[in-house]
């Protein structure tokens, strides 16, 4: 850009020397309006210009094609003009009369610079996709191993066999109708499909036993919060679903295991996770006992709020289970 043409004449003839195709014009604005329909990496512009001049062209290029590389041309007594192009992000400049080996290289300069960038930029979109398909295929083989877990102890445990995907089920609905995060819902049902991984370590002749459990028998079953969290730990790194998990079997009343948190103290999720392992662990066939009937599960939990169970959470628990119309969560009706 220039509003000499000798000087234009000059410039163009000087890029075509170096085989670069030019678009020129005569003022900022025919500049701009040439930019927007065809973009070019490097833009040499005078700096005195009838109309809006050459500092608020390099500060719209800067603004809208912060990319493109300015060279900005200017003449001794434009010093101030000259250092204010600088300011709005010229690359470069050069003072009038134009050196043209100078500019030829100041012209290389800036385009091996573009090239380089967009190079660069090239490499890191391949890395960023490369990253990505990475990042799925361990959140698959990882999702796929959790499975594999709860499968494990299922098969281990036929009584139980559901029960984590039925209290996930709950969690997440129960997350939904609380109106938490995105984040914190995935926490929840993540959760709440691992929060009996800890039963692996369990010997079977507990696991499956007929009658309830002596002292002796439920002191490892005490443990299975915490044999979950030691397995988890090493590849899990979200806290919230680690905390949840070993607090899962905590009471409202502080008398819960393993570390006898009470009331708020026991994480959100965990005391989630606790009305609905206590909703499905009611409405199940076990071992040791038939199944309850909706109406005796719902009376239990409304006995156990307060006590066992977060008392602001069980309403809202039986509440969303009466009203529900998905077939999961009118199974056990």
């Not at 200017?74 to 709005?88: G, I």
């Not at 607090?247 to 609905?276: F, K, Q, S, T």
């Not at 040791?288 to 602001?312: H, I």
Request: aromatic content about 4%; some cysteine.
């Amino acid at each position: 850009m220039d509003d000499e043409p000798a000087a234009l004449n000059a410039l163009v003839r000087a890029a075509e020397c170096m085989n670069l195709q030019c678009q020129t014009a005569v003022n900022a604005e025919q500049a701009l309006a040439i930019l927007e329909k065809t973009l070019t990496p490097v833009v040499v512009t005078d700096l005195r210009m009838p109309g809006l001049g050459g500092v608020w062209l390099v500060r719209e290029i800067r603004k809208r094609w912060p990319k493109v590389a300015v060279i900005v041309l200017t003449a001794l007594h434009e010093m101030d003009a000259m250092t204010q192009c600088l300011d709005a992000g010229a690359h470069q400049y050069f003072l009038k009369p134009i050196n043209f080996n100078e500019f030829h290289h100041a012209l290389q300069a800036a385009l091996t610079s573009q090239r380089q960038k967009q190079e660069q930029e090239r490499r890191h979109g391949v890395l960023e996709q490369c990253l990505r398909r990475q990042h799925t295929r361990l959140r698959r083989t990882y999702l796929a191993a959790i499975n594999s877990l709860v499968r494990l102890l299922e098969a281990r445990d036929p009584y139980t066999c559901g029960h984590s995907l039925r209290v996930c089920t709950y969690a997440a609905r129960l997350a939904a109708k609380l109106g938490l995060a995105d984040t914190e819902q995935a926490h929840v049902q993540l959760a709440a499909k691992l929060h009996d991984i800890g039963k692996v370590a369990l010997p079977e002749s507990i696991l499956n036993k007929p009658g309830p459990l002596s002292p002796e028998e439920f002191l490892p079953v005490r443990k299975h919060p915490v044999i979950a969290e030691r397995i988890l730990a090493p590849t899990l790194r979200k806290r919230a679903v680690l905390a949840a998990i070993r607090g899962h079997h905590e009471r409202w009343d502080g008398l819960g295991y393993p570390d006898n948190l009470r009331g708020g103290n026991i994480p959100l999720a965990a005391r989630m996770l606790a009305v609905a392992d206590c909703f499905d662990a009611l409405t199940s066939h076990r071992a040791y006992r038939a199944a309850m009937c909706f109406g005796d599960a719902v009376a239990v939990l409304r006995k156990e709020a307060g006590t066992k169970l977060d008392p602001e959470l069980v309403p809202v628990f039986i509440d969303l289970i009466e009203n529900e119309t998905e077939p999961c969560l009118l199974l056990r009706r």
